[in-house]
């Protein structure tokens, strides 16, 4: 048994209870707490390679045979997702040496931290479903923490409705659990795909579906289930919310992908068009919350969501070429969107505010940050060469081959407001003169921890953008493998 697969719990395992161990000892956790960032990159980089040259990597912890104990497992989009998790982890982790104060330190944001870390690649590895609800309630139980560190009003305030409404997603996940459960007699999510295609009434599979749609739904902002998103994410430290938007409501379109590939199959004109109804309605919802917005953190706050529907919309198409897609799209937003989040908070903290009214004058004080900006808006927003045009390229052409109309009106559609939105932000807050009333600045100058995490994910941008092949190419094989699930079961069941 290889403990390769593992790392990516392991290390961020380790690296929480040392931190834990260090507390009082300021300086030993943040280097115990970037040097984990760094292990688990190097991981992630090393499973990535081993599994796009070996294929799918299985282990079943304790030497328990599938089904009967818990399996990791390991596609190509899975390594993806875990390389995905380790880049921003690292690179938020940097950002957080200048961006977290000492009471939140002292209080435990890096061993939360790493356990939040743990969460979520623990949900990206898992091959047992009843374990994905219990790498979320790490994640949820982490992320809340890292939520309310420092207990200042508008925080709690946001806290209670996150908690609240994914506490709501839980239930429905553990209700929808326990009748997959009864119905198929597993867990194992392999042996699940055998079971539904063959010994449970279409029906009952498809009931279960929507219970999953719903409790994932809300996990991923979807439309009508995301308002707790803007309420909350703009209350943390900026390398919070960076880290939240860049990971978080991606773990549920994770799970949304995974279980509408493997599991539920059964009825794909009902299920999937059921998906792409609700990816229309997040994309127009997101997007004109977005463009009403004066609040910089709540405006990119909007735009998670809108994003979300771009991804969904291609899991409704449900080809190959859609599913490549929602991969590619995937890698490109969480770059593109944790850039603008690292961008305002260094416009904040040097204007000290992230009002749009009482900011001003930016690309005359500070063009670096202007021309930063800039490269991630137009991502963002779809344009020519940046990673968002080929990215939603790719979906829209899938759209078009599928003759699904309106999704691609839509998606356009949404596209151009982004655009809008993104103008509207440099307008107001880069090219605008100062206000007169707006208040003083704060601190002119931010150091290298700022700077760098943001000058990486702009230059991924821009080199997805002018060498897209390589991520299109590794994309488009984990697409094929996720439209196999056959591959997928017999690595985890077929030796047996």
Known sequence: MTLLPLLPILIPLGTAIVSLLLRGRKNAMRRIG??????????????????????????????????FGISIVVDLFSAIMVLMAAIMGFLVCIYSLGDIDKDREKFGYYPFYHFLLMGICGTFITGDI???????EVMLLSSFILLTLGGERGQMEGAIKYVSLNLLSSSIFLAALGLLYGVSGTLNMADLAVRLHSDVPQVLATTVAMLFMVAFGIKAALFPLFFWLPASY???????????SGLLTKVGVYSLVRVFTLLFTQEISYT??????????TMVTGV??????????RLLSFHIISQIGYLLMGLGIYTTLALTGVIFFMVHVIFAKSALFLVSGIAGRMKGTFDLNQLGGLYRDHPVLSALFLIAALSLAGLPPFSGFFAKLILVEAGMASHRWWIVGVAL???????????????????????????????????WTYWTPLLILVVFTVLFGLGAQPLLALSEEAARQLMDPQKYIHSVLGAL
């Open 234 to 244: 703009h209350t943390p430290p900026v390398a919070v919310t960076a880290i939240f």
């Open 272 to 281: 999937h068009t059921i998906l792409l109804v609700f990816a229309g309605l």
């Open 413 to 447: 559609g949404t596209g151009f407001l982004t655009l809008f939105s993104m103008t509207k932000i440099w307008t107001m807050a880069f090219w605008k003169p100062k206000p007169q009333d707006a208040p003083a600045e704060v601190c002119r100058r931010v150091g």
């Open 288 to 297: 004109l919350g977005a463009v009403a917005q004066n609040e910089i953190r």
């Open 34 to 67: 970037v040097a984990g960032t760094v292990l688990l990159l190097m991981a992630a980089i090393a499973l990535l390679v081993v599994v796009r040259r070996d294929g799918i990597q299985v282990v079943q912890v304790g030497g328990w045979v599938a089904p």
């Open 130 to 136: 009843f374990n994905l609800y219990v790498w979320f």
